[in-house]
């Protein structure tokens, strides 16, 4: 049920999210993105007492204890593009579309996951 939950919040307010990032425009997509990615890492990242001694075994548990609310991003990711080009176009999205959804549901948390992971060394 957590998991629905979840699923839930993060596509009524990625709907939102998308509504205010179409407003801004182009001219301010750069900060509605950046903000996005360090909330990302605000929220998740611990540190360490140590910052400067680099560790392998950190870095690689900061993914595995990231892996099920990265996973539950993604499918959210995936259901908030395709209702915002159902919203956007009245029409359902084609192959080529949902293919890019795809790759930016799954490749934006991850690559952003990876990143962050990096910090919190």
């Avoid at 611990?46 to 099920?68: H, M, T, V």
């Amino acid at each position: 049920m957590t998991i629905v939950i979840r699923i839930l919040i993060t596509v009524i307010f990625g709907l939102l999210w998308w509504w205010i990032y179409n407003r801004v425009g182009v001219d301010l997509q750069y900060l509605m993105i950046l903000g996005s990615v360090l909330a990302v890492c605000v929220c998740c990242c611990k540190g360490s007492s140590d910052p400067q001694e680099w560790n392998w075994q950190r870095y690689f548990a900061c993914i595995r204890r990231c892996w099920l609310p990265t996973i539950v991003l993604i499918v959210s990711l995936f259901i908030i593009g395709v209702l915002a080009v159902f919203i956007a176009t009245g029409m359902a999205p084609a192959g080529a579309v949902l293919v890019n959804i795809l790759l930016a549901a799954i490749f934006a948390p991850l690559l952003v996951r990876i990143i962050c992971c990096a910090y919190e060394n």
